[in-house]
């Protein structure tokens, strides 16, 4: 990727942060408003005694599902600029490639989404810290500090467990966050809807079809073999992701200004 190639990719994210500024606004009001709610939930129980480290660890251990949700949400509206005729003749008339235009999508879910979130916790905990005297007459210090980099740090967030655990949890994440990116470049309506409905769909066909198997719990399994077994299904996850990735790329590729609409699309 030559100089070039950067400079038009800064000018789409620039083009998108102006197009969409109200969307990109409401996204950061919810997550503003997500995260103090979140640290409201936990923070009056630990105001009648010195409980700040007890309040930063229910925080921490909160903050991960909050955290998955919100990501979910935000790669299902991946490509809702292809949404509509007008937004379409918009996006593929722009003076960049389609690897460009994809690439700027890929920056803004992996580096801006991200950026964005701390941001909102950093103003969430201020914001909680400043109020909770108004309405507790007490409160507790600022955790955001040390809340931050001790998420960023533990991929897996407060989860202490074994090596192989941790990349089996990762590699899970990973699939579906990319079964999320796909089914935005997929879908064009209600995008988060139909790939949670697709998914949940298939999770019951594979459950029922293992009742027709025999599957011994870890238990009755050897330690040296139970580790094989998490070993193949996070490279298995792994695959599928890379799939995924790939087919999401694919779908990008073909999206035209005027394209058949299907079955999936009228629901």
């Not at 700027?104 to 905990?125: H, K, N, Q, T, Y």
């Not at 994440?173 to 089914?183: D, R, V």
């Not at 029922?208 to 139970?226: C, H, M, R, T």
Request: aromatic share 14%; with cysteine; proline share 3%.
């Amino acid at each position: 990727m030559n100089s070039n190639s950067l400079t038009r990719i800064k000018y789409l994210l620039l083009q998108d942060l102006s197009m969409n500024r109200k969307r990109y606004i409401s996204l950061f009001v919810g997550l503003f408003l997500g995260t103090l709610m979140l640290i409201y939930l936990v923070h009056p129980k630990y105001l009648l005694h010195d409980g700040s480290e007890r309040f930063y660890v229910a925080v921490y251990n909160s903050m991960p599902v909050f955290i998955v949700c919100a990501t979910l949400v935000f790669i299902s509206e991946l490509f809702a600029n292809f949404s509509t005729k007008q937004k379409r003749v918009h996006q593929l008339m722009l003076p960049a490639t389609k690897g460009e235009k994809f690439a700027a999508r890929f920056l803004l879910c992996c580096v801006g989404f991200p950026i964005v979130f701390v941001i909102a916790i950093v103003l969430a905990d201020v914001a909680r810290w400043i109020l909770s005297p108004l309405l507790f007459e007490n409160t507790l210090p600022l955790i955001c500090h040390k809340l931050i980099p001790d998420m960023l740090l533990k991929t897996t967030f407060y989860w202490e467990g074994e090596t192989l655990d941790h990349f089996l949890f990762c590699s899970f994440m990973t699939w579906i966050a990319t079964f999320y990116a796909m089914g935005s470049a997929l879908f064009r309506r209600r995008a988060l809807l139909k790939t949670k409905l697709c998914l949940m769909g298939g999770f019951i066909l594979l459950v029922l079809f293992l009742e027709n198997f025999d599957i011994p719990g870890k238990s009755a399994v050897d330690d040296n073999v139970f580790d094989v077994m998490r070993i193949v299904a996070a490279c298995i996850l792994l695959v599928l992701s890379v799939v995924q990735f790939c087919l999401t790329r694919r779908l990008y590729n073909r999206i035209q200004v005027i394209s058949k609409q299907t079955w999936y699309d009228r629901i």
